[in-house]
T-cell receptor
Framework: AQSVTQLDSQVPVFEEAPVELRCNYS??????LFWYVQYPNQGLQLLLK??????LVESINGFEAEFNKSQTSFHLRKPSVHISDTAEYFC?????????????FGQGTELSVKP | NAGVTQTPKFQVLKTGQSMTLQCAQD?????MYWYRQDPGMGLRLIYY???????DKGEVPNGYNVSRLNKREFSLRLESAAPSQTSVYFC????????????FGSGTRLTVV
């Protein structure tokens, strides 16, 4: 079975500061990894994903995440955040060999960007 | 360009009442899922349907039933609502192989009093 731990429930940060949202996973098989973002009162939107290949993946709005197999981590980073990045972020994992395509989500991290 | 549509958006039930949450997708996805979201607990899988005609239990299935009516529609039923089922419910769908991730609906906020 897989599990995901997001190490920070809340991350307050000032605008234009860098941020890192931490995600660790547990799995005995190879996995796909995802980050989703949820803006207030909305559903979840895919931010970025790691399937294979380069361990550094990027989103269109400046976020990036690095897959570290030895540390079983997939931390999300942004060098300079904006007020509009305020949202809840979820890390998720699924086995890379199809087992019904079930995503296992972490508990979520609330990113609060202050002016 | 609807994606995944959930109805209703809000609902208040009394303990013991029943209701069905509706979900429909127009992306020709094979797999559909129901999750509940509770503060500090992330999203937990209730039931899923890997393909039309099949359904399976997830992490927290007790108190719920599902129906995969056809490829487009996947409904979630609460037969006898309890206060512990107060939550935000999300439906999601995915194509074959999960490589594109899920597409989520906008959610149903359910309160059981």
């Amino acid at each position: 079975a897989q599990s995901v731990t997001q190490l920070d429930s809340q991350v307050p940060v000032f605008e234009e500061a860098p941020v890192e949202l931490r995600c660790n996973y547990s799995s005995s098989v190879s996995v796909y990894l995802f980050w989703y973002v949820q803006y207030p009162n909305q559903g979840l939107q895919l931010l970025l994903k790691y399937l294979s290949g380069s361990t550094l993946v990027e989103s269109i709005n400046g976020f990036e995440a690095e897959f570290n197999k030895s540390q079983t981590s997939f931390h999300l980073r942004k060098p300079s955040v904006h007020i509009s990045d305020t949202a809840e972020y979820f890390c998720a994992v699924t086995p890379s060999r199809n087992q019904g395509g079930k995503l296992i989500f972490g508990q979520g991290t609330e990113l609060s960007v202050k002016p | 360009n609807a994606g995944v549509t959930q109805t209703p958006k809000f609902q208040v039930l009394k303990t013991g009442q029943s209701m069905t949450l509706q979900c429909a997708q127009d992306m020709n996805h094979n797999s559909m899922y129901w999750y509940r979201q509770d503060p500090g607990m992330g999203l937990r899988l209730i039931y899923y349907s890997a393909s039309e005609g099949t359904t399976d239990k997830g992490e927290v299935p007790n108190g719920y039933n599902v129906s995969r009516l056809n490829k487009r529609e996947f409904s979630l039923r609460l037969e006898s609502a309890a206060p512990s089922q107060t939550s935000v419910y999300f439906c999601a769908s995915s194509g074959t192989g999960i490589v594109y991730g899920y597409t989520f609906g906008s959610g149903t906020r359910l309160t059981v009093v």
